[in-house]
């Protein structure tokens, strides 16, 4: 969605083609998030699919077809910076993922080394906070140097609350293992589960873990 709202907005400016747009985006975003070409073309086809934008009639033939918005583009370029960005649908996180999972598989009949885990991500963390903390000092305060800036303003805060919330992920896990909860049998083997009745209630059916 961030890419398809990013070139309606990028073409509220001015009409441009594929790689313009590509182009556009990885500078006014600092290069984090870069796009192949493939990508752009698509996301033109679907824009242009939707009735989003359309190419500009009195181009040359032998330059690049060039896009401009429709009115419907228009009001959704507008509109889009008048919408909050919905929280109620987060995306798939894979360190969320990976830790919720290492507290209840069994590798091999093994539970996972969680702290182990904990560690390595918290290293590899930290070493990216560096990064950005150091970019974050070079950027310059002109407009795309601005642009750069809030952006690594946001993965610096998003990086220092990785860690905080693996120190909770640690603690959590060591209260559990205090309490005799063993780490890796959080939730007990599917061969180990009773059987769920399709009539109780949802957190019956999930065996009691609360």
Same mark, same amino acid.
């Given at each position: 969605?961030?890419? =398809?709202?990013? /070139?309606?907005?990028?073409?509220?400016?001015?009409?441009?083609?594929?790689?313009?747009? !590509?182009?556009? /985006?990885?500078? =006014?975003?600092?290069?984090?998030?870069?796009?192949?070409?493939?990508?752009?073309?698509?996301?033109?086809?679907?824009?242009? =699919?939707?009735?989003?934008?359309?190419?500009?009639?009195?181009? +040359?033939?032998?330059?690049?077809?060039? /896009?401009?918005?429709?009115?419907?583009?228009?009001?959704?370029? #507008? &509109?889009?910076?008048?919408?909050? *960005?919905? =929280?109620?649908?987060? +995306?798939?996180?894979?360190?969320?993922?990976?830790?919720?999972? $290492? *507290?209840?598989?069994? @590798?091999?009949?093994?539970? *996972?080394?969680?702290?182990?885990?904990?560690? #390595?991500?918290?290293?590899?963390?930290? !070493?990216?906070?560096?990064?950005?903390?150091?970019?974050?000092?070079? +950027?310059?305060?002109?407009?795309?140097?601005? %642009?750069?800036?809030?952006?690594?303003?946001?993965?610096? /805060?998003?990086?220092?609350?990785?860690? #905080?919330?693996?120190?909770?992920?640690?603690? @959590? *896990?060591?209260?559990?293992?205090? %309490?005799?909860?063993?780490?890796? $049998?959080?939730?007990?083997?599917?061969?180990?589960?009773?059987?769920?009745? &399709?009539?109780?209630?949802?957190?019956?059916?999930?065996?009691?873990?609360?």
């Amino acid at each position: 969605m961030s890419v =398809r709202q990013g /070139f309606l907005a990028l073409l509220s400016e001015q009409p441009m083609h594929g790689y313009q747009l !590509r182009q556009e /985006f990885e500078t =006014r975003t600092g290069g984090t998030w870069p796009l192949n070409i493939g990508q752009a073309y698509t996301t033109l086809q679907r824009l242009q =699919r939707d009735g989003l934008v359309e190419p500009v009639p009195d181009d +040359a033939d032998d330059s690049p077809e060039r /896009f401009r918005l429709t009115e419907a583009g228009r009001a959704d370029a #507008r &509109a889009w910076w008048t919408r909050p *960005v919905e =929280r109620n649908a987060p +995306a798939r996180d894979e360190l969320a993922i990976k830790l919720a999972l $290492a *507290v209840t598989v069994h @590798t091999d009949g093994h539970p *996972v080394d969680v702290a182990a885990v904990i560690q #390595r991500q918290r290293t590899e963390t930290l !070493r990216a906070l560096r990064d950005y903390t150091r970019l974050k000092r070079e +950027a310059t305060a002109d407009g795309p140097g601005l %642009a750069w800036s809030l952006v690594l303003d946001s993965l610096v /805060f998003a990086a220092e609350a990785e860690v #905080r919330w693996l120190d909770h992920v640690e603690a @959590t *896990v060591t209260r559990a293992a205090s %309490a005799g909860t063993p780490v890796g $049998a959080v939730v007990a083997p599917l061969d180990a589960r009773p059987a769920a009745d &399709a009539d109780a209630p949802l957190g019956e059916q999930r065996g009691g873990v609360r």
